[in-house]
């Protein structure tokens, strides 16, 4: 199934594409990093099974709204170094991130790298369908993201 183009950010950062793969693909070093830079991500919610199938996991903790984002989705293709893709689910109940039903509107997510020199360009991009006025705010949150993945880079 083919889904609309909702919005891509990309950046480049100073480190070889093996540290960028696996900052995005070990569960542990994902919840380190994978949230804006204001928030944090619940401990223990991330899980990265990197084969095709595989569960892909992570939630994000917003207390200023009192509530838990979290989503869940399989990865859908893997090219070592090179493109990882996957379906993401969101909900805020932790019981359906618990049951994980994977029959709810997902999105699609792809996250393409390519090796600079010594640093590595990534690309995420995110497909499915939103409510007007939701795609700005989520490209403005992933943006954070990258900003928090940077700041973990240089740790």
Not at 1 to 13: D, G, I, K, N
Not at 41 to 70: H, K, R
């Given at each position: 199934?083919?889904?609309?183009?909702?919005?891509?950010?990309e950046?480049?950062?100073?480190h070889?594409?093996?540290?960028l793969?696996s900052?995005?693909?070990?569960?542990?070093?994902?919840?380190?990093?994978y949230?804006?830079?204001?928030?944090?991500?619940?401990?223990?919610?991330?899980?990265?099974?990197?084969?095709?199938?595989?569960?892909?996991?992570?939630?994000v903790?917003?207390?200023?709204?009192?509530m838990?984002?979290?989503?869940?989705?399989k990865?859908?293709n893997?090219?070592?170094?090179?493109?990882?893709e996957?379906?993401?689910?969101?909900t805020?109940?932790?019981?359906?991130?618990a049951?994980?039903d994977?029959?709810?509107?997902?999105?699609l997510?792809?996250?393409d790298?390519?090796?600079?020199g010594?640093?590595?360009?990534?690309k995420?991009?995110?497909f499915?369908?939103?409510?007007?006025?939701?795609?700005?705010?989520?490209?403005a949150g992933?943006?954070?993201?990258?900003?928090s993945?940077?700041?973990?880079?240089?740790?």
């Amino acid at each position: 199934m083919t889904q609309a183009f909702l919005y891509s950010v990309e950046r480049e950062y100073p480190h070889d594409v093996a540290t960028l793969w696996s900052a995005w693909t070990d569960a542990a070093k994902l919840e380190s990093w994978y949230h804006p830079t204001d928030l944090s991500s619940l401990p223990g919610a991330t899980t990265s099974e990197l084969q095709i199938g595989g569960l892909w996991t992570c939630s994000v903790d917003v207390p200023a709204f009192n509530m838990v984002a979290y989503f869940f989705g399989k990865y859908t293709n893997i090219s070592e170094h090179t493109l990882l893709e996957h379906t993401m689910h969101y909900t805020q109940s932790a019981e359906e991130f618990a049951t994980k039903d994977f029959t709810t509107p997902s999105h699609l997510v792809t996250v393409d790298f390519e090796p600079r020199g010594t640093s590595t360009w990534v690309k995420y991009s995110q497909f499915g369908e939103m409510p007007e006025g939701m795609v700005e705010r989520t490209q403005a949150g992933m943006e954070s993201y990258f900003d928090s993945l940077g700041n973990f880079l240089s740790a």
